[in-house]
């Protein structure tokens, strides 16, 4: 069954570093996301991708953040100066339209 | 902005008992998605509702959209081990690829 992939596993990095996590949706889908989720807590909406561009972004996507599919493959999400509060799980979903389906994460340490 | 409330926040159970999570929202919702989150795991899509008034069953799990599209339900009879995880609840408006998850209930079950 396929399913999105997601590297790596696991970032640690230091405040003020810029991040890049890497994502590889299902092949045949056309909207693509990216979710964060601190630990314990709800997942929070960043940013949804349709045609070769953002369709929604929320709140917490700002300039620090961007997001490109760099070879119709990959889905990336890079963050330009890491903060604190970015320690989280990150997580990529791709869609063919309704049902997302969603990859094992990236868990991001800032320190 | 959209926000979605889902009670109970936590759930303990005893194996064979019932459980049920609400989801409310104060705007109408084009739709509604189910998603279970295993410990440790990534969310998992359960279900999409669309109709007003919708009932879907899957086995044990049974789900409901409001007749008014601002609330919903899952509903699951005869617990088991298995359906351990946090359960949450996502819409998006309509229109929009802006999907919010509801601050979801972790359901423990007791064996």
């Known amino acids: 069954e396929p399913e999105v992939t997601q590297t790596p596993s696991h970032q640690v990095t230091q405040m003020g570093q810029e991040v890049i996590l890497r994502c590889v949706p299902i092949s045949n889908h056309l909207y693509f996301y990216w979710y964060r989720q601190i630990l314990g807590q709800k997942v929070e909406f960043l940013v949804s991708f349709y045609n070769n561009e953002i369709s929604e972004k929320s709140e917490i996507f700002d300039d620090q953040f961007s997001v490109e599919r760099p070879d119709g493959s990959n889905f990336t999400l890079k963050i330009r100066s890491t903060k604190l509060e970015d320690s989280a799980m990150y997580f990529c979903a791709s869609s063919g339209g309704n049902e997302q389906f969603f990859g094992p994460g990236t868990r991001l340490t800032v320190l | 902005g959209q926000q979605v409330m889902q009670i109970p926040q936590y759930q303990h159970v005893q194996e064979g008992e019932d459980f049920t999570t609400y989801c409310n929202s104060s705007t109408t919702l084009s739709n509604i998605q189910w998603y279970k989150q295993r410990p440790g795991g990534h969310p998992v899509f359960l279900i999409q509702?669309?109709?007003?008034?919708e009932v879907k069953k899957q086995k044990r799990l049974t789900f409901q959209f409001g007749e008014a599209k601002k609330n919903s339900s899952l509903h699951i009879t005869a617990t088991q081990t298995t359906d351990v995880g946090t359960y949450f609840c996502?819409?998006?408006?309509?229109?929009?690829?802006?999907?919010?998850f509801g601050t979801g209930t972790r359901l423990k079950v007791l064996a």
């Open positions: 996502a819409s998006s408006t309509s229109g929009t690829y802006k999907y919010i």
């Open positions: 509702l669309v109709k007003s008034g």
